[in-house]
């Protein structure tokens, strides 16, 4: 992962601002809490390899311990039918604020649609003849600093949990 290691002086403050203690972090690092201490305090100066190990370590701890899809989810995901009609994606689009939507058949995503789909619609018509393809998904543990990156280039992203849809989030979430 690093090829360029950042400074030690930063193992204890990036130790600290995740709440863990120098016993914890030197058993997921596999190397003594006296070790730890010492190169928090900067009395030794680990070979590359343990440094590395902290590094890495420190890192998939933070990547661990922040925010969740489904800790920001918006729950209730309003999805649609290939056969519903345009004019029943207006309305619910207009009264419930909805600018995107899952399409669903057969309890499978199959498409997605957007009120910048429907501008050009005709009312009468169903959603399969203007439908994009599925938004992307993610599992509900998937850090949202991951989905911030898919949320610049797609409209939402759907969370699922063991194949289910369970929620939307759309870039307002991470206002």
Not at 21 to 47: D, F, H, M, R, W
Request: proline letters at 5%.
């Amino acid at each position: 992962m690093y090829s360029n290691l950042p400074e030690l002086e930063i193992i204890k403050q990036k130790r600290k601002k995740l709440n863990l203690t120098q016993q914890y972090l030197a058993s997921k690092c596999n190397i003594s809490q006296s070790l730890l201490a010492k190169v928090e305090l900067g009395k030794v100066t680990p070979n590359y390899n343990i440094a590395k190990r902290i590094f890495e370590t420190l890192e998939q701890l933070e990547v661990s311990d922040s925010e969740k899809a489904y800790e920001i989810m918006n729950k209730t995901v309003i999805s649609l039918k290939p056969g519903d009609r345009v004019s029943k994606a207006v309305a619910i689009a207009l009264k419930r604020g909805i600018s995107q939507f899952p399409v669903v058949e057969n309890g499978r995503v199959i498409g997605s649609i957007t009120t910048a789909d429907l501008l050009d619609a005709e009312k009468g018509s169903t959603i399969s003849k203007y439908m994009s393809p599925a938004m992307p998904s993610v599992g509900k543990s998937m850090p949202v600093s991951a989905i911030k990156d898919i949320l610049k280039i797609s409209g939402a992203v759907l969370v699922t949990d063991s194949g289910k849809v369970v929620g939307i989030i759309t870039p307002e979430e991470l206002l």
